[in-house]
């Protein structure tokens, strides 16, 4: 039988691409407001801090022993580390550990958290190339542009499918942010993003795996590749977004092309950026900031018969592991987080360590926790009550959790995360000192004066 090739008219789209490609290659630097400018400071800095916090971390280890076995050139730093790499692999481990501890910033309206595969592959390009922090901030804010602009028209049906959309999308932020600071022009920079979109990757099902990390870094290597290729002269189709077989129509039932469109190059995407306080799923923050505050109230654990956790559906699909085996399945345990507010008022990465994960104390606390779906909360909310054993209610709702927009991190908790972060690998004055060229990055003439303190 024949099959019907022809192409129903509801699959014809706007040129995303090209559009996506001139708006990259053209729009003027540091094209965009001082506060739209700040927040690209504090996605560096943010992403940064994770960066070199899981410099030791064994999912760190692991890679870097597979990279060594390439023999690679040492081009870039690792950040956090001494040794240095050639650039695509510097773009992955980073990729990787500013993921790892799953404490990176959020992109709240798609679950992106753009800054790894970004930052990860244009800091590896500008180190090798002696880029200037103008340089590496213009492309930031444009690579996390093209990412979240994409995941905006995509989501939520793209990740319904499976995929996890900061790999899947990071992939063409990291291209556009490296084809930015190679200077191409429009022509090379939408071959750049064709080379990208045969090349998405990550899968939900990794989740609470070291797998997890990987997408963000494989998705910045690959980017970056992408980048070079197509300076160099490789080709790809140039609808590779939006073609009826291109990587949008392929991956997605939903496409909002508009996402793209509407005003680009005025609203920047970095601006709906979000930092997040505790270090691990973002659907979890509203529980655990629930359990901190009735912790700060006066319950404690030996007082609790129950807590009863009500919450979104997608809470339970993404964190319902009821009895995680290790600090990575913690990370995906609403309960963990819940025990982890309640016994220490905090869930910073000490917190998600294995020891703490399988600690009895915290099995048991973590064991009282009762959590049901109720459809009338949102995502970010949370209804959190302690029922004690004298029979008194203690009860807190969480509208939004601090960390997001209607709650944000201050500069000041950035900084109390970056030093957290980074003090035991750096040293304090070291990490000092990193912390003010973060902040200083727009006026540094060669980003390799900040690389070099962030090697220990």
């Known amino acids: 039988m024949a099959r019907n090739t022809q192409v129903p008219a509801e699959h014809n789209a706007p040129p995303i691409t090209r559009i996506l490609a001139e708006y990259v290659a053209g729009h003027a630097s540091r ?3 001082d506060v739209v400018d700040h927040e690209a400071h504090r996605t560096f800095l943010n992403w940064l801090g994770c960066a070199v916090g899981a410099a030791r971390h064994e999912t760190a280890l692991a ?38 501890f799953d404490f990176d910033d959020t992109h709240l309206k798609t679950i992106i958290h753009p800054a790894g595969p970004v930052a990860s592959a244009v ?40 995929w996890h959309i900061t790999g899947s999308t990071g992939v063409f932020g990291a291209a556009a942010g490296c084809a930015r600071l190679l200077g191409l ?13 045969s090349q998405p990757v990550g899968l939900r099902e990794q989740f609470g795996t070291m797998t997890k990390p ?76 629930a359990c901190v505050q009735l912790r700060a109230r006066g319950v404690a654990p030996q007082q609790i018969e129950r807590i009863e956790l009500k919450v979104h559906p997608l809470v339970l699909e993404l964190t319902g592991k009821r009895e995680p085996a290790d600090g990575l399945q913690g990370k995906f345990s609403v309960y963990h987080g819940c025990a982890a507010g309640l016994l220490f008022g905090r869930a910073a990465e000490e917190e998600f360590a294995d020891a703490i994960v399988t600690r009895p104390d915290v099995v048991a606390v973590r064991r009282k926790v009762v959590a049901t779906v109720d459809d009338r909360i949102g995502a970010a909310s949370a209804d959190v009550t302690a029922v004690l054993t004298d029979g008194r209610r203690e009860h807190v709702f969480i509208e939004h959790a601090i960390g997001s927009l209607q709650r944000p991190m201050s500069d000041a908790d950035l900084e109390r995360k970056f030093l957290g972060l980074s003090d035991a690998i750096l040293g304090a004055q070291r990490a000092g000192e990193l912390l003010a060229a973060c902040w200083s990055l727009g006026t540094s003439a060669d980003v390799r004066s900040l690389t070099a303190l962030a090697r220990p």
């Open 31 to 33: 094209g965009w407001s």
């Open 63 to 100: 890679a870097l022993a597979a990279v060594r076995v390439l023999q690679p050139a040492p081009q870039a730093s690792i950040l956090g580390r001494t040794e240095k790499v050639d650039i695509a692999n510097a773009a992955l481990l980073n990729g990787i550990t500013s993921h790892t």
């Open 185 to 197: 022009d429009a022509q090379h920079t939408a071959m750049a993003l064709g080379i990208a979109a």
């Open 214 to 289: 990987l997408h963000p870094g494989s998705a910045a290597r690959t980017g970056l590749m992408a980048a070079l290729m197509a300076r160099h002269g490789y080709t790809a189709s140039p609808r590779a977004i939006e073609a009826p077989r291109g990587w949008a129509q392929v991956l997605s039932t939903k496409h909002a092309w508009n996402e793209v469109t509407d005003e680009l190059g005025e609203r920047f995407e970095i601006s709906f950026n979000s930092y997040k306080p505790f270090a691990c799923g973002i659907v979890i923050h509203p529980s655990i900031d």
């Open 123 to 162: 800091l590896a390009l500008a180190e090798y190339s002696g880029a200037s922090g103008r340089a590496v901030l213009d492309a930031l804010v444009l690579g996390i542009d093209v990412a979240c602009r994409l995941g905006n028209t995509v989501y939520p049906e793209h990740y319904d499918r499976g």
